[in-house]
């Protein structure tokens, strides 16, 4: 088996890729195994729920398999409400891709809709079924935009589309951040958002704070603000 490993190792580095640009979302069968890839301008959201670990440390298997279910359910089915492809799950967290003119906007949107939805819909729920549970969903979504290049990774029979780009990390880094907001942009995002998107309430407030993301050493907007789906 080395040797077999040593070569296939060896086969990919020498490869040369064969990249096209994509129109639409990718999926798996329109990416080859080999050293084939598309390239496609896009944004990215990625929803997570808080503190996992502590759910399922304190709380019965199967009541933290319906908090799962029940979060991702909703953030998935408003995802693609709002013109989102989802690309990935890991766990207690989805990754959707937007594409298209409005796709920053769209993504915005959506996550305040996940928002609203993970605190009146969801924890509504629990209270009223699991009273004295004590639990309380908290979540947040990060969104970056930018080019991404998708990949196949795997073997052959098992595989999946690996994202790669500074759109898919940052959203990734950006919804686990955990400082009281539910929904964080990079100021790419931020800039290219409708008014709708940007501006809430009967006096037109922004919805959206300026933040330095000092990890990353950015401006980052984040938000408190929620959208009724």
Known sequence: MYEQLLSETAQIFKAKWDVTDARTVPDAEAV??????KKVNATVLYADLADST???????????????????????????????????????????????????????RAALKIHYAAEEILN????????????????AVGIDTGDLFVAKTGIRGSNDLVWVGRAANYAAKLCALRDGYDTYITEDVYKKLNEKSKFGGNGKDNMWEKHM?????IVVYRSTWWWKP
Not at 124 to 139: A, F, M, N
Not at 213 to 217: A, P, S
Request: hydrophobic share 40%; charged share 25%.
């Open 32 to 37: 080859g195994l080999g050293n084939f890839a």
């Open 54 to 108: 502590g759910l399922v440390d304190g709380h019965k298997d199967w009541f933290a398999a319906e908090i799962y279910k029940a979060y991702l359910n909703l953030a998935c089915k408003i995802i693609r409400a709002e013109g989102g492809e989802i690309t990935a799950f890991d766990g207690d967290r989805v990754m959707a891709v937007f594409i298209g003119e409005s796709k920053n906007s769209d993504a915005a």
């Open 124 to 139: 509504t729920e629990l209270k009223t079924r699991y009273p004295s549970s004590g639990y309380k969903v908290q979540q």
């Open 213 to 217: 993301w000092d990890e990353m050493g």
